[in-house]
């Protein structure tokens, strides 16, 4: 619950967004990538990140922006090891709603901004980690 008020939320939860809202895929994910590199004119990937993160709050690196070009203003809220909440202004995760199968069954899709770099890369992490959402209207 304590982390619930810091806006970090398990892999498990279901129903996290409001009605008429649903926790996109990695799929919808990747649609919005190539729509931020299509709508900024990036021919290549690995600039996505630096058109959502917002422009403050992200610890500096030399030669990385923030220019958040389509105001989607993600945060560096950080992530949780289990117990905190760590490395708030380097890092933001946010779950996707793509869970593995298999052996993996326990892990899902997240997709991680820094403050390293200018792109976003997907993992996937235990569903016990607390990580970020972000909701996307049906």
Do not use: M
Not at 20 to 44: F, M, N, Y
């Amino acid at each position: 619950e304590a982390l619930e008020k810091e806006g970090l939320y398990d892999g498990t939860r279901q129903g996290i967004c409001p009605n008429g809202w649903h926790l996109p895929s990695q799929v919808e994910w990747d649609l919005l990538e190539a729509t931020v590199r299509d709508i900024c004119g990036d021919e290549k990937t690995g600039t996505e990140g630096k058109h959502l993160k917002s422009k403050t709050g992200w610890a500096s690196k030399e030669g990385i922006t923030s220019d958040d070009a389509l105001n989607f203003c993600a945060l560096p809220a950080g992530e949780s090891n289990g117990s905190q909440i760590i490395c708030v202004g380097a890092y933001l995760q946010i779950w996707t709603s793509t869970a593995l199968t298999g052996k993996y069954q326990d892990e899902a899709y997240d997709d991680w901004f820094t403050y390293k770099s200018d792109d976003i890369v997907t993992f996937d992490s235990f569903k016990k980690n607390a990580r970020s959402v972000r909701c996307l209207k049906n």
